[in-house]
């Protein structure tokens, strides 16, 4: 029922963020200094670039995990030409009821509690500004339940009343708790990264459906085979700032980002 009610709505615009201004140093030195970047035109964005350009500070700044020294994130709910909402000026409790998500590069503690009340929890500090009210409201506790069950089986996980072992595991299960949070903006620093190929290939069919269904999604990723594969447009990032952006085609032959970044003979 609750699927075929989802069905006959008209599908949301995409939401897109814009970045201006933004500037962020450590210790004196500029890592990140953009002065206009507009992401999510496309379903699917990848961002790449070398080492220490400032991919992981930029969603930071975006999730502001990070402070900006300079400049404004805003989000646009229904795409650019509709009402923006600055997120730089929102508090960090505030972001989570806008859709924006991210995933983490260095993977959350999951050695604390076990895999489902790890999600659980999740679910509850993202819905709830009191999470404990997950346990009163029964349909809601039911509902994540049986999603985090149906993750859990689509990537053959074992018993969600354990804990989390590898790091593989813990870096799934950080993707499982995006997902569960049902982002409207997806930020995904590597998500890859480390998983044999046979999960990464379920990882890459999980952000297709996500962008198939509205959100937009922008993702980090060295493998650059899931770059070339799953994304609509592509982000180079060099020494802080977006250089170039274009279709995967396009930047994969791109001069400079040969050059700086893939090598010669990688293409
Ligand atoms: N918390 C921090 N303190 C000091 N320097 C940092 C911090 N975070 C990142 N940097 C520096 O900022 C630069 C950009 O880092 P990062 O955003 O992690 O790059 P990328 O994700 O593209 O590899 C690097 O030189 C890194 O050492
Ligand atoms: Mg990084």
């Known amino acids: 029922m609750v699927a075929e009610a989802k069905e006959q709505q008209p599908p949301a615009a995409r939401p897109q963020i814009k970045v201006e201004k933004a500037v962020k140093s450590f210790s004196g030195r500029v890592v990140v200094d953009i002065d206009e970047l507009v992401l ?24 502001h995990s990070t402070p900006l020294d300079q ?47 790890s999600l659980l929890l999740a679910v509850a500090q993202h819905k709830y500004e009191q999470p404990q009210r997950i346990f009163d409201e029964k349909r809601v506790y039911d509902e994540s339940a049986a999603r985090i069950h149906e993750y859990l089986e689509f990537f053959a996980f074992g018993d969600p009343t354990q804990f989390a072992g590898s790091a593989g595991e ?27 190929e046979e999960l990464t290939e379920k990882v890459m069919q999980l952000i297709r459906d996500l962008a198939a269904t509205g959100t937009a999604v922008v993702i980090v990723e060295h493998d650059l085979s899931v770059i070339w594969n799953l994304s609509n447009e592509v982000h180079f990032m060099a020494e802080g700032n977006v250089v170039m952006r ?22």
């Open 40 to 63: 999510g035109d496309q379903p699917i964005e990848g961002l790449i670039g070398p080492n220490g350009a400032g991919k992981t500070t930029l969603m930071r700044m975006i999730m």
């Open 71 to 117: 400049g404004t994130v805003t989000l646009y709910p229904s795409g650019i030409n509709g009402e923006g909402i600055v997120l730089s000026a929102l508090p960090t409790h505030r972001m989570a009821r806008h859709g924006v998500v991210k995933s983490n590069q260095v993977i959350m503690d999951f050695d604390k509690l076990t895999i489902l009340d």
């Open 170 to 196: 813990k870096k799934l299960l950080d993707i499982v708790r995006c997902l569960l949070l049902e982002p409207r903006f997806l930020l995904l620093d590597e998500p890859t990264a480390g998983l044999p």
């Open 246 to 267: 274009g279709s995967p085609q396009e930047i994969r032959k791109n001069k400079t980002v040969i050059e700086k970044y893939l090598g010669e003979g990688h293409v």
